[in-house]
C-alpha cells in the first residue's frame, strides 16, 4: 500500500515562513499530481497548490506569489514553501497523492489510487 507522511508544520507569527514536507512510501510506479490541501476549522477543505508529473503547477487564488510548491519525482516527495504568512492560512494542511500507480506483488500491471496524509496543522499568530 501507499503511505503519506507529512512534516514541518508548526506555529509561526503572521509574515513569516514555514516549510512543509511530504513523502510518499510504498511500491509507487508513479504519481500523476501531488500538491498539499488545507482545511481551516468550520470550513471546508480546499486546494493550496499542485504539481503535476509534467511540472504544471495550480495554486489557490489567496497563496499565489507567497507559496510555492515542488515535487522530487525520483523520491515522491512534495515540498510547500510558504512566505509572507498571514492568520488566515491556519490550517489543517494536508498532503494528497492523485493518480498512483503501485504494485502489491499480486497484481503485474500494479493498481492505482489515491492518498492523503494525516495532516499536519499550521498556525500563524496576529
Known amino acids: 500500500q501507499v503511505q503519506l507522511v507529512e512534516s514541518g508544520g508548526g506555529l509561526v507569527e503572521a509574515g513569516g515562513s514555514l516549510r512543509l514536507s511530504c513523502f510518499a512510501s510504498g511500491s509507487i510506479g508513479r504519481i500523476n499530481t501531488m500538491g498539499w490541501y488545507r482545511q481551516a476549522p468550520g470550513k471546508q477543505r480546499e486546494m493550496v497548490a499542485t504539481?503535476?508529473?509534467?511540472?504544471?503547477?495550480q495554486y489557490a487564488d489567496s497563496v499565489k506569489g507567497r507559496f510555492t510548491v515542488s515535487r522530487d519525482m525520483k523520491l515522491n516527495t512534495v515540498d510547500l514553501q510558504m512566505k509572507s504568512l498571514e492568520p488566515g492560512d491556519t490550517a489543517v494542511y494536508y498532503c494528497n497523492a492523485d493518480g498512483v500507480l503501485y504494485f502489491t506483488g499480486a497484481d503485474a500491471l500494479g493498481r492505482w489510487g489515491d492518498y492523503w496524509g494525516p495532516g499536519t496543522q499550521v498556525t500563524v499568530s496576529s
Open positions: 504539481r503535476s508529473s509534467s511540472g504544471a503547477t
